[in-house]
């Protein structure tokens, strides 16, 4: 079946520090990658997707390229800030015969806190 | 901007009682979804919603769990009879179709004593 997975957290950098979290998956056939970010108290918010191979999604200064060869999906921020502190998490959904189905698996979530 | 809402955000409930949780999903939505994140866990699927019926139902969502649209606003979560594993965050979520961004709620988390 298909799964997700994340690096271990929790995630502790100083401002301005690099970020990588990463994700790889198991899935038959093409999945949509997705990374979803959530602030404390709030939902789950989608920070960034791709939907094929070697698309790279972005938002908010966060990058993650839709790697088919090393089944991978790794988010990156070059300088992190303080209010990027929050929960990530990465997530697939399949598709079949060229329809996507709207169902989401997601990885277990990586924790991030930035100092100032 | 329009969200998704759920109600309450913290409930606590004695095993074996019945729960219902509620969403009101963002209104031109068709897409209805119910996840749940027991602590320390995964976000896991447990039942898509469209048209009036169920579409997808993980393993999880056994005879306990049921869902309803019951005014055309909300969509509710029931428990029929809670168990101490049903302590989890519960997030809905609503899409336009199935292919575009799910917007998910804030959540309510349960805790069964």
């Known amino acids: 079946g298909n799964s997700v997975t994340q690096m271990e957290g929790p995630v502790t950098l100083s401002e301005e520090a690099f970020l990588t979290i990463n994700c790889t998956y198991t899935a038959t056939g093409y999945p949509s990658l997705f990374w979803y970010v959530q602030y404390p108290g709030e939902g789950l918010q989608l920070l960034l997707k791709?939907?094929?191979?070697?698309d790279k999604g972005s938002n908010k200064g966060f990058e993650a390229t839709y790697r088919k060869e090393t089944t991978s999906f790794h988010l990156e921020k070059g300088s992190v800030q303080v209010s990027d502190s929050a929960v990530y998490f990465c997530a697939l959904r399949r598709r079949a015969g060229g329809t996507s189905y709207g169902k989401l698996t997601f990885g277990q979530g990586t924790i991030l806190t930035v100092h100032p | 901007e329009p969200e998704v809402t759920q109600t309450p955000s913290h409930q606590v409930t004695q095993m074996g009682q019945e729960v219902i949780l509620r969403c009101v999903p963002i209104?031109?939505?068709?897409?209805f979804y119910w996840y749940r994140q027991i602590l320390g866990q995964k976000v896991e699927f447990l039942v898509s919603f469209y048209n009036n019926e169920i579409s997808e139902k993980s393993e999880i969502f056994d005879d306990q769990f049921s869902v309803e649209r019951p005014d055309g606003s909300n969509f509710t979560l029931k428990i029929r009879s809670t168990k101490l594993e049903d302590s989890a965050m519960y997030f809905c979520?609503?899409?336009?179709?199935?292919?575009?961004?799910?917007?998910f709620g804030q959540g309510t988390r349960l805790t069964v004593v």
């Open positions: 791709a939907t094929k191979a070697d």
């Open positions: 979520a609503s899409s336009r179709a199935q292919n575009t961004e799910a917007f």
């Open positions: 209104s031109n939505h068709l897409y």
